[in-house]
């Protein structure tokens, strides 16, 4: 699918790779929620001058380059494994001059694998995930099965199928920056959350001053993220998201030290 380059609020303009049936609420949502609302910058989370920032789940960019622009002399490690989204991602650091993000055209895990099975949703992109389950489960509780049927066969939850590489974050750190302190890693997964973090060795987790992640509180995400972050002296704060539906819950976790 080819991406669309649109105007967003405040003259801001981005490619952005999605179903025109899906009248491009997800990227202004992403938009509002990086650029108006700095939700990454809370709870005394910030990016100094001279930063260098992991964005895990870079989807078409607009956290790196938000990133970017923060302060002076950032640098900024994207990974995103979808093509179509990669593509895009691609076209937002060159249309914003953003030479400072390198992007790594994989997904991150625990471990290495060489091919996974990547559920895309064209029409809400930033929703594509590796465990479609996470997604898919919940809506099925919430509208039931014949709604649940027209909406992953032909409405915002149709999907496709892909295969992706996973890497772990330690392997491609000791290739590209094997020794830079880390001023803030982002994850933003679509339920591989842990999964990232699990993929991290101790000698990394020492240069590492802040982390924020959104979680799914799904099979005790949430437990093992605050306790992994825990374990290695990061005081948390779990803000939990508004307006979500019965039965839903996605947190934001803030974590520094």
Same mark, same amino acid.
């Given at each position: 699918?080819?991406?669309?380059?649109?105007?967003?609020?405040?003259?801001?303009?981005?490619?952005?790779?999605?179903?025109?049936?899906?009248?491009?609420?997800?990227?202004?949502?992403?938009?509002?929620?990086?650029?108006?609302?700095?939700?990454?910058?809370?709870?005394?989370?910030?990016?100094?001058?001279?930063?260098?920032?992991?964005? /895990?789940?870079?989807?078409?960019?607009?956290?790196? *380059?938000?990133?970017?622009? +923060?302060? &002076? =002399? %950032? #640098? @900024? !490690?994207?990974?995103?494994?979808?093509?179509?989204?990669?593509?895009?991602?691609?076209?937002?650091?060159?249309?914003?001059?953003?030479?400072?993000?390198?992007?790594?055209?994989?997904?991150?895990?625990?471990?290495?694998?060489?091919?996974?099975?990547?559920?895309?949703?064209?029409?809400?992109?930033?929703?594509?995930?590796?465990?479609?389950?996470?997604?898919?489960?919940?809506?099925?509780?919430?509208?039931?099965?014949?709604?649940?049927?027209?909406?992953?066969?032909?409405?915002?939850?149709?999907?496709?199928?892909?295969?992706?590489?996973?890497?772990?974050?330690?392997?491609?750190?000791?290739? /590209?920056?094997?020794?830079?302190?880390?001023?803030? *890693?982002?994850?933003?997964? +679509?339920? &591989? =959350? %842990? #999964? @990232? !973090?699990?993929?991290?060795?101790?000698?990394?987790?020492?240069?590492?001053?802040?982390?924020?992640?959104?979680?799914?509180?799904?099979?005790?995400?949430?437990?093992?993220?605050?306790?992994?972050?825990?374990?290695?002296?990061?005081?948390?704060?779990?803000?939990?998201?508004?307006?979500?539906?019965?039965?839903?819950?996605?947190?934001?976790?803030?974590?520094?030290?």
């Amino acid at each position: 699918m080819a991406a669309v380059k649109l105007d967003l609020a405040d003259g801001f303009a981005c490619y952005a790779t999605v179903d025109p049936a899906g009248k491009y609420a997800e990227i202004n949502f992403i938009y509002d929620e990086v650029f108006t609302r700095r939700s990454y910058l809370r709870e005394g989370i910030d990016i100094p001058d001279r930063a260098l920032v992991v964005d /895990v789940g870079a989807n078409v960019g607009l956290f790196s *380059l938000f990133a970017s622009k +923060e302060a &002076a =002399e %950032v #640098d @900024v !490690l994207a990974f995103e494994p979808h093509p179509a989204l990669v593509a895009a991602l691609r076209a937002n650091l060159e249309l914003h001059g953003a030479d400072r993000v390198r992007v790594f055209p994989s997904g991150l895990g625990e471990r290495a694998e060489a091919r996974v099975d990547f559920t895309f949703y064209p029409q809400l992109p930033g929703n594509s995930t590796r465990y479609r389950e996470l997604k898919e489960g919940p809506l099925l509780d919430l509208v039931g099965e014949r709604v649940f049927q027209e909406v992953t066969t032909t409405g915002a939850f149709r999907s496709e199928t892909v295969p992706v590489e996973i890497k772990r974050l330690s392997d491609v750190l000791a290739e /590209v920056e094997p020794t830079r302190p880390i001023d803030l *890693l982002k994850v933003d997964a +679509e339920g &591989a =959350e %842990v #999964d @990232v !973090l699990r993929g991290l060795d101790e000698g990394d987790w020492a240069r590492i001053r802040q982390v924020v992640a959104e979680i799914q509180d799904t099979g005790g995400a949430l437990a093992a993220a605050e306790a992994l972050l825990g374990e290695r002296g990061f005081t948390v704060t779990a803000v939990l998201a508004d307006d979500l539906p019965d039965g839903i819950a996605i947190y934001t976790l803030y974590a520094s030290r």
